[in-house]
Nanobody, 128 residues
Protein backbone atom coordinates (compact mmCIF):
# COMPACT_ATOMS: atom_id res chain seq x y z
CA UNK A 1 0.00 0.00 0.00
CA UNK A 2 0.92 3.60 -0.54
CA UNK A 3 0.48 6.26 2.10
CA UNK A 4 -1.21 9.45 0.97
CA UNK A 5 -0.97 12.40 3.35
CA UNK A 6 -1.31 16.16 3.48
CA UNK A 7 -5.05 16.52 3.29
CA UNK A 8 -7.09 18.78 5.53
CA UNK A 9 -9.71 21.48 5.74
CA UNK A 10 -9.09 24.56 3.64
CA UNK A 11 -11.12 27.51 2.48
CA UNK A 12 -11.98 27.95 -1.17
CA UNK A 13 -9.04 29.49 -2.99
CA UNK A 14 -6.53 27.91 -0.68
CA UNK A 15 -3.82 25.36 -1.36
CA UNK A 16 -2.72 21.96 -0.15
CA UNK A 17 0.14 19.69 -1.10
CA UNK A 18 -0.50 15.97 -0.93
CA UNK A 19 2.31 13.46 -0.61
CA UNK A 20 2.43 9.82 -1.62
CA UNK A 21 5.00 7.48 -0.14
CA UNK A 22 5.62 3.75 0.03
CA UNK A 23 6.72 2.52 3.42
CA UNK A 24 9.89 0.47 3.27
CA UNK A 25 10.46 0.96 -0.43
CA UNK A 26 10.77 3.53 -3.17
CA UNK A 27 8.46 4.34 -6.03
CA UNK A 28 11.34 4.52 -8.47
CA UNK A 29 10.13 1.93 -10.94
CA UNK A 30 6.44 2.77 -10.88
CA UNK A 31 4.08 5.19 -12.53
CA UNK A 32 1.98 6.91 -9.86
CA UNK A 33 -1.55 8.11 -10.28
CA UNK A 34 -3.64 10.37 -8.08
CA UNK A 35 -7.34 9.68 -7.74
CA UNK A 36 -10.18 11.06 -5.68
CA UNK A 37 -13.44 9.62 -4.53
CA UNK A 38 -16.57 11.03 -2.96
CA UNK A 39 -18.69 8.59 -0.94
CA UNK A 40 -21.26 6.92 -3.12
CA UNK A 41 -19.54 7.87 -6.37
CA UNK A 42 -16.97 6.24 -8.61
CA UNK A 43 -13.37 7.22 -8.23
CA UNK A 44 -12.06 9.91 -10.55
CA UNK A 45 -8.60 9.92 -12.07
CA UNK A 46 -6.77 13.20 -11.62
CA UNK A 47 -3.23 12.86 -12.90
CA UNK A 48 -0.38 10.44 -13.42
CA UNK A 49 3.39 10.73 -13.51
CA UNK A 50 5.51 8.04 -15.10
CA UNK A 51 8.75 6.72 -13.64
CA UNK A 52 10.54 8.82 -16.26
CA UNK A 53 8.64 11.97 -15.31
CA UNK A 54 6.08 12.10 -18.11
CA UNK A 55 2.92 13.78 -16.83
CA UNK A 56 -0.69 13.35 -17.82
CA UNK A 57 -3.71 15.17 -16.42
CA UNK A 58 -6.93 13.22 -16.81
CA UNK A 59 -9.40 15.74 -15.42
CA UNK A 60 -9.91 19.05 -17.22
CA UNK A 61 -11.22 20.73 -14.09
CA UNK A 62 -7.83 20.51 -12.37
CA UNK A 63 -5.65 21.64 -15.26
CA UNK A 64 -3.85 24.83 -14.34
CA UNK A 65 -4.63 24.35 -10.64
CA UNK A 66 -3.09 20.97 -9.73
CA UNK A 67 0.51 19.95 -10.37
CA UNK A 68 1.90 16.46 -10.01
CA UNK A 69 5.61 15.93 -9.38
CA UNK A 70 8.06 13.45 -7.92
CA UNK A 71 11.28 14.08 -6.03
CA UNK A 72 14.72 13.29 -7.41
CA UNK A 73 15.12 10.15 -5.32
CA UNK A 74 11.69 9.02 -6.48
CA UNK A 75 10.66 8.22 -2.98
CA UNK A 76 7.73 10.67 -2.90
CA UNK A 77 5.14 11.85 -5.40
CA UNK A 78 3.34 15.10 -4.76
CA UNK A 79 0.09 16.68 -5.83
CA UNK A 80 0.15 20.44 -5.40
CA UNK A 81 -3.39 21.74 -5.36
CA UNK A 82 -4.00 25.46 -5.74
CA UNK A 83 -7.15 27.56 -6.02
CA UNK A 84 -9.12 24.80 -4.37
CA UNK A 85 -12.87 24.71 -4.85
CA UNK A 86 -15.64 23.05 -2.81
CA UNK A 87 -16.08 20.55 -5.68
CA UNK A 88 -12.54 19.31 -5.00
CA UNK A 89 -13.75 17.93 -1.67
CA UNK A 90 -13.02 14.19 -1.72
CA UNK A 91 -10.75 11.51 -0.36
CA UNK A 92 -7.55 11.46 -2.38
CA UNK A 93 -5.60 8.30 -3.09
CA UNK A 94 -2.39 7.49 -4.90
CA UNK A 95 -1.85 4.21 -6.72
CA UNK A 96 1.29 2.66 -8.20
CA UNK A 97 1.47 0.64 -11.38
CA UNK A 98 4.00 -0.03 -14.11
CA UNK A 99 1.80 1.99 -16.47
CA UNK A 100 -0.25 5.19 -16.31
CA UNK A 101 -2.30 3.79 -19.18
CA UNK A 102 -3.22 0.76 -17.08
CA UNK A 103 -4.24 3.03 -14.20
CA UNK A 104 -6.48 5.01 -16.53
CA UNK A 105 -8.13 1.82 -17.73
CA UNK A 106 -8.57 0.66 -14.15
CA UNK A 107 -10.41 3.81 -13.10
CA UNK A 108 -12.55 3.81 -16.22
CA UNK A 109 -13.75 0.26 -15.60
CA UNK A 110 -14.28 0.92 -11.92
CA UNK A 111 -11.63 -1.31 -10.35
CA UNK A 112 -9.04 1.24 -9.23
CA UNK A 113 -10.17 1.07 -5.60
CA UNK A 114 -9.49 -2.66 -5.58
CA UNK A 115 -5.82 -2.31 -6.47
CA UNK A 116 -3.34 -3.35 -3.80
CA UNK A 117 -1.77 0.11 -3.38
CA UNK A 118 -5.07 2.03 -3.07
CA UNK A 119 -4.60 2.59 0.67
CA UNK A 120 -6.61 4.73 3.09
CA UNK A 121 -6.13 7.97 1.22
CA UNK A 122 -6.24 11.46 2.69
CA UNK A 123 -9.34 13.61 3.09
CA UNK A 124 -9.48 17.02 1.46
CA UNK A 125 -12.34 19.28 2.46
CA UNK A 126 -12.78 22.68 0.86
CA UNK A 127 -15.21 25.06 2.51
CA UNK A 128 -17.01 27.81 0.62
Amino acid sequence: QLQASGGGLVQAGGSLRLSCEASGSTLEHYDIGWFRQVPGKEAEGISCISNSGEITYWTDSVKGRFTISRDSAKKTVYLQMNVLKPVDTARYHCVADPSCEALLVAVRIGVIAHMDSWGQGTQVTVSS
